[in-house]
């Protein structure tokens, strides 16, 4: 094209729309660095033959290597539960997370337990572990040492072995270390997620990390916390609920967290807990039916709760084992609150009633 002509074609274009280019151009943020990624789908229904179609993964860990910053990974609806770990290796970047959309399927440390024709099981795995019968956790009592609902463990023959009229179906033990790792890592968003079954924290985040956002999550049934935090991890949670772990949310070290519209309830120790210089910004929160301490605030934690209730404790011994942070406390009580705790806000309330008027059910 001649210089002519050039100059002939910018004297065409109106000056407005040279005005808007210029703003697209040199905006922050701008457009192209805010196109939407790919959409990377897993579904493990997809059993071979034939394979899968193209962008669709059998398994978490084939699809998460495939992630890049302002990718999609599309748990497909109905799929699960997932038995593996979902740990995702790629940070995101401010204008590009990484998202995860687990539309509601289960992430799980749980397998399934088979047992002989005589009712028993020989286990691999080590105690403590966590049972589950048809999606509800078998605790052990604490004035008998031994697990509820009509099984029995030996420690002596690692067996478990049903009683007469037990049924064999539903079974699950926790086997692998956790549900969903977070490990150095920023800029990723999880939605509507459950993890459970692990031996150790269902969301477990570590090392260095900011802008982790967990929206609509849930913690169960997990061997250690439903959701846990450590180092200098950065968090946000909108939306979650947390029961049936031997700890509900327990955060330490400099790890910081706001949390929003969270029940935490019916774990077998702690319910809600900061330690060391952790941070928690809480707003509309409740906490109820743990079976050590309701909430936990040690060190030099910096605290604000804004319409966040917990409630009275309504164990007066201990309901059930516990074996993490817990496993040594004999007497229930409703809150353990250090005299060095920061408060940068509001203070919880503490109702006289024992739980909710509206409890959800697990």
Same mark, same amino acid.
């Given at each position: 094209m001649s210089p002519s002509c050039v100059q002939s074609t910018r004297s065409t274009l109106p000056a407005t729309l040279l005005t808007l280019l210029a703003a697209i151009a040199f905006a922050p943020g701008n457009l192209a660095a805010q196109t939407p990624g790919n959409r990377v789908v897993v579904d493990q229904r997809s059993s071979p033959p034939p394979p899968p179609p193209p962008g669709t993964y059998r398994t978490l860990a084939a699809a998460t290597a495939k992630l890049r910053p302002g990718d999609t990974l599309w748990i497909a609806p109905d799929s699960g539960p997932y $038995? +593996? =770990?979902l740990y995702i290796k790629t940070n995101g970047n401010p204008n590009a997370p990484v998202t995860i959309e687990g539309n509601g399927n289960e992430i799980t440390g749980f397998d399934t337990l088979a047992f002989s024709e005589q009712g028993s099981a020989t286990l691999t !795995? *080590?105690?403590?572990?966590v049972l589950r019968? #048809?999606?509800? $956790? =078998?605790?052990e009592d604490a004035a008998t040492g031994k697990f509820t609902a009509g099984i029995t463990w030996n420690p002596d023959a690692k067996t478990l072995t049903l009683a007469p009229d037990t049924s064999p179906e539903g079974w699950e033990i926790s086997t692998r270390p956790f549900a969903v790792r977070i490990n150095n890592a920023s800029h990723h968003t999880y939605k509507n997620l459950i /993890? !459970? @079954?692990s031996r150790n924290d269902g969301f477990n985040l570590h090392g260095t990390g900011s802008n982790l956002l967990f929206e609509n999550i849930t913690g169960a049934q997990n061997l250690d916390e439903g959701f846990s /935090? #450590? +180092? !200098? =991890? *950065? /968090? +946000? =949670?909108r @939306? @979650? $609920?947390f029961y049936e772990n031997d700890n509900g949310l327990f955060n330490v070290q400099q790890s910081k967290l706001r949390l929003t519209d969270a029940d935490l309830y019916n774990n077998l120790g702690l319910g809600l807990a900061f330690n060391g210089d952790a941070t928690i910004e809480a $707003?509309?929160?409740r906490v109820w039916g743990n079976g050590a301490v309701q909430l936990l605030l040690n060190g030099t934690v910096n605290a604000a709760f804004e319409n966040t209730v917990i409630h009275r404790q309504s164990h007066t011994t201990r309901p059930w084992l516990s074996y993490m942070e817990m496993k040594n406390r004999t007497t229930p009580t409703t809150s353990v609150i250090a005299k060095t705790v920061i408060w940068t806000g509001a203070k919880p309330t503490f109702a006289d009633t024992t739980a909710p008027a509206n409890t959800p059910t697990p």
């Open positions: $038995r +593996e =770990i !795995t *080590d105690y403590p572990f019968h #048809h999606g509800k $956790r =078998i605790p /993890a !459970t @079954g /935090a #450590h +180092e !200098t =991890i *950065d /968090a +946000e =949670i @939306g @979650g $609920r $707003r509309k929160v």
